[in-house]
């Protein structure tokens, strides 16, 4: 202990004190806070980038679901599109034929009168033809007939038996 | 800056040649010893007295001394400026006045005052002596110590490490201006720094209060590593090992966690609650030795201790070339004194860092025991 | 004479001190070797502790 104290110079301390302060303050100064005020710095750059990376990917994620999720719809929906168009072109195939149906049934029906209507006109003009050849034949065979008295007596005879027979 | 960071290497190793080399002016002197053999350090005795010596602070820098082959005692290194507090004021000349000398025969008269160095001391002679008279017991009869506060080799080892210090962080400090990671040495020192801050700093202080002494935590750490390291270096610097130097850094951190204190602190040591009345008062008497004298002892001592006990161990080993010269023959000797100071210094520079570690770490673990919100503790 | 038989009886206790908390440290680390860190930081500080406490007695026997 003797030796310690003896060892122990208060000249040197005391001046190793005003150096040391001098060295800390400076260093607090001059290095340690311009030091770490730029490690803090970079680490809060670091964690403020890994946390902005983190936000990007989640971003990127729910981008990507909504992606999905607009697919998924777009898909559905043009589904729903194309069976509606079927639906509609069905329908229309169906409504088509249905017309066209309509349209023939009636044009057939009007053919059909139209072609009755042709007949009767036909056979009227036939029945009238034919009358009016009976009539003319009627009267050349009548004229020929006619000619010799016994041939008109016997003629008158016949048609009056007929007429007698109804 | 490429230019500059060049300028400061050449600047650099143009001070060490001239430290080396041309400025030392090289002075001689008549060791008085009792060998007479020109000052060699060969017996043990002398290799005891060296290591002392050299354990101890001085007022000059010495690098080597070597005999001439004319016997005289030649010392390379540089005088230090010596500034004594006198009984006549403030008196100041180089230590080139005392010619090496160590043991009170050269006397240096100064503003009418007489003054001798012995075993690295100051003395004032008493006006009517002429020469220094001592006792049985080695002491000096007529003269008194003098309060010494000249820039000694400690003090300038401090002013050439704080120096170091300072240009080398300002310049990593500077480098984050431009970049974001340093460049160069700056990337050593990064680690390191984020090493105090986050290992020693940050837990054992808290994470809310770690910040206000962070500073003061570095600038301990890397000063005590760096001079730790500094004296295993031939330049033999024992700054770490000077008392006044360690008990100065124990008082910084005595100051900072006693000033820093919360009253759950104070209050757990005055008057610890939750302990009967009685116990309450040797309590405080315990805790409070414990706070005020204890800790900053063990922390003064224990650097010192470690580094002044590396620094004898490794002279020692070195020594054995010398001591073991008979019995083991030179080579023997020689070689065995390689070997083991070479493992020791290794070791050393383990403790280097291990005692900076222990330093900061226990000033941290100090700090943070004063600042810690003591409400949810107990 | 006393006083080095006093240093002797510091060293040979701090011995026995530090080897316990080494060893005991050690079996920390092997039984939880995720704990190393907090375990190596204790180990120090309790070292020092000890330390301080065996140069503390060594120089005021000095």
Same mark, same amino acid.
């Given at each position: ?49 890994? $946390?902005? *990376? =983190? ?12 992606? !999905?999720?607009? /697919? %998924? ?48 006109? $036909?056979? *009227? =003009? ?12 009627? !009267?050349?065979? /009548? %004229? ?23 | ?378 | ?62």
């Amino acid at each position: 202990m003797e030796t310690l104290l003896n060892d122990f110079s208060p000249g040197l301390f005391a001046v190793s004190t005003i150096l040391l302060l001098a060295l800390i303050a400076l260093m607090v100064k001059f290095a340690w806070k311009p030091i770490l005020n730029s490690l803090e710095e970079r680490e809060s750059g670091i964690e403020d980038a890994l $946390a902005a *990376a =983190e936000n990007a990917r989640k971003e990127m994620q729910n981008l990507q679901s909504d992606n !999905e999720r607009l /697919i %998924k719809e777009a898909r559905a929906e043009r589904d729903e599109m194309m069976k509606d168009a079927r639906n509609i072109t069905d329908n229309m195939i169906a409504a088509a034929k249905e017309d066209a149906k309509e349209v023939t049934a009636t044009l057939i029906e009007k053919a059909q009168a139209s072609i009755n209507q042709e007949k009767q006109a $036909a056979l *009227a =003009e036939i029945k009238k033809t034919v009358a009016e050849l009976s009539i003319g034949i009627a !009267e050349t065979v /009548i %004229k020929k007939e006619l000619s010799n008295k016994k041939d008109q007596l016997a003629l008158v005879e016949g048609i009056l038996k007929d007429v007698t027979l109804n | 800056m490429r230019i500059a960071y060049k300028t400061v290497k050449f600047l650099t190793i143009v001070a060490i040649t001239l430290f080396t080399a041309v400025s030392f002016a090289s002075e001689s002197d008549k060791k008085h010893d009792v060998q007479n053999d020109g000052g060699r350090v060969n017996t043990k005795s002398e290799v005891e007295a060296y290591i002392l010596h050299h354990i101890k602070d001085s007022h000059d820098f010495s690098l080597f001394s070597y005999t001439s082959d004319s016997g005289e005692r030649k010392h390379v290194g540089f005088p230090l400026p010596v500034i004594l507090w006198s009984s006549e004021g403030l008196v100041t000349f180089m230590s080139s006045a005392f010619h090496h000398n160590d043991d009170g025969h050269v006397i240096v008269e100064k503003n009418g005052l007489k003054f001798a160095k012995i075993h690295s001391k100051i003395y004032e002679l008493d006006t009517d002596a002429a020469t220094v008279s001592f006792d049985e017991t080695h002491h000096a009869t007529n003269a008194h110590k003098t309060l010494d506060f000249s820039i000694t080799k400690s003090a300038f080892g401090l002013i050439v490490i704080g120096l170091l210090m300072l240009l080398w962080f300002s310049k990593l400090a500077r480098q984050y201006k431009t970049k974001k990671v340093p460049t160069g040495f700056g990337r050593v020192l990064e680690p390191l720094v984020l090493y105090v801050r986050d290992e020693i700093a940050r837990p054992n202080i808290g994470e809310k209060h770690y910040r206000r002494f962070t500073g003061y935590l570095l600038t301990v750490f890397f000063f005590i590593w760096i001079l730790n390291l500094a004296g295993l270096t031939p330049l033999g610097f024992n700054v770490t090992g000077q008392l006044a130097v360690t008990g100065c850094l124990a008082i910084f951190t005595l100051v900072i966690y006693t000033v820093s204190g919360t009253k759950g602190y104070w209050m757990h040591m005055i008057w610890m609650p939750g302990v009967p009345m009685l116990i309450r008062p040797v309590l405080a008497i315990i805790e409070l030795a414990g706070a005020l004298i204890i800790k900053p002892f063990s922390l003064l001592v224990r650097l010192f201790a470690n580094i002044s006990a590396g620094h004898i161990v490794v002279m020692s080993l070195i020594a054995i070339m010398f001591t073991l010269k008979e019995s083991l023959g030179v080579v023997g000797a020689t070689g065995l004194s390689l070997v083991l100071s070479f493992f020791i210094t290794l070791i050393e520079v383990l403790v280097a860092f291990l005692q900076a570690y222990i330093f900061t770490m226990l000033s941290a673990l100090f700090i943070g025991m004063a600042v810690d919100d003591h409400a949810e503790a107990h | 004479m006393y006083n080095l038989i006093g240093a002797g009886l510091i060293v040979i206790g701090a011995g026995i001190g530090l080897g316990q908390i080494g060893g005991k440290a050690m079996e920390g680390i092997a039984r939880q070797p995720e704990a190393t860190g907090k375990i190596q930081t204790a180990m120090i500080i309790i070292a020092a502790l000890l330390e301080g406490l065996a140069f503390g007695a060594l120089f005021l026997g000095k």
